[in-house]
């Protein structure tokens, strides 16, 4: 059954009764629906992440991880909690990678989706699994990783008109299509004053969800101590224009076309999230892309070791060094945030 089908229908009867709707809304309840209702990881699936491509991925963050404890003096109460986890995939990996330094941790998943938490709980048995952040326990330090979740909240978008800022809207064209349209009320105020007197036709988006996630970790950094790497496509500089974009069976398809039925996401606003990180309380942010976030963590070492190993996955560890970190691929258009609790040490990874 195609549940976008659903949702799309849902959609058409609300704005002909109230108007159009945010694309805040209709991303939030397309990518609530999506995932509530498949596993959408893999070849089968509609999209592959960095731990899916490659167990290279989860053990350089496992690294990271124990390299950072052992460096902040090896606290016994250490906890380890990602924010979608997918499969766990990259949970296990690290794992595995940080139990040989000696680092153990409880392990707390914070997943909204049924169908990847009983996947989750197969990777990781000892996974506690939470509906939000507030759920976990925040008594004790934490190391903190979130791959590919903040894309996916919904973004905020304001269009500039000819006569003034306005919400960008999703609205039914004459043929019951749906169309974005600017909505009738001015939204200056909700403009930063610097970026107000743009060009008319210039969209800015804002995540209200990934600031909020962003300040809540700077907070229990700074009360309880310890670390967070959040890893997604995005942007380290403020950018304009929209970034919305719907993955279907591994292609880019229009993100108004199947409502539900594809993955939703936004390139990730890092300034942003920096500033409510800083605000929540974090000691530093540091940044860099994936690519030389991977390479100064010892990645090419770890590739090479596994080809030393089993000699006849050779093209295939080459074929997935390159996909994590080469520039026309993952390397340069995914970015690593690392945020750390005050008086914890500089992590590894960062120039």
Known sequence: MSGGHDLGDSFRRLIRQSGPITVARYMGEGNAHYYSTRDPLGQAGDFITAPEISQMFGEMIGLWCADLWQRAGRPADLAYVELGPGRGTLAADALRAMARHGLCPPVHFVEGSSALAALQQQAVPQALIHDSLGDVPEDVPMVLVANEFLDALPVRQLVRTQRSWRERMVALDDADRFMFVAGDQPMDDAVPEARRQAEPGTIIETCPGAAAVAQEIGRRLREHGGAALLIDYGYLEPATGSTLQAVRAHRKVDPLAS????????????????????????????????????????????????????????????????????PDEMGELFKVMALVAPGWPPPAGFA
């Not at 929540?280 to 080809?307: H, K, M, P, S, W």
């Not at 000699?311 to 074929?319: H, K, Y």
């Open 259 to 326: 409502p539900g039925a594809a993955d939703l996401t936004a390139h990730v606003d890092f300034a942003a999230l920096a500033e409510a990180a800083e605000q929540g309380g974090a000691g530093r942010v540091f940044t860099a892309t994936q690519g030389a976030f991977l390479e100064r963590l010892g990645i090419t070492a770890r590739a090479n070791a596994l080809v030393a190993a089993q000699p006849e996955r050779r093209a295939q560890v080459a074929g997935e060094h390159r996909r994590l970190c080469a």
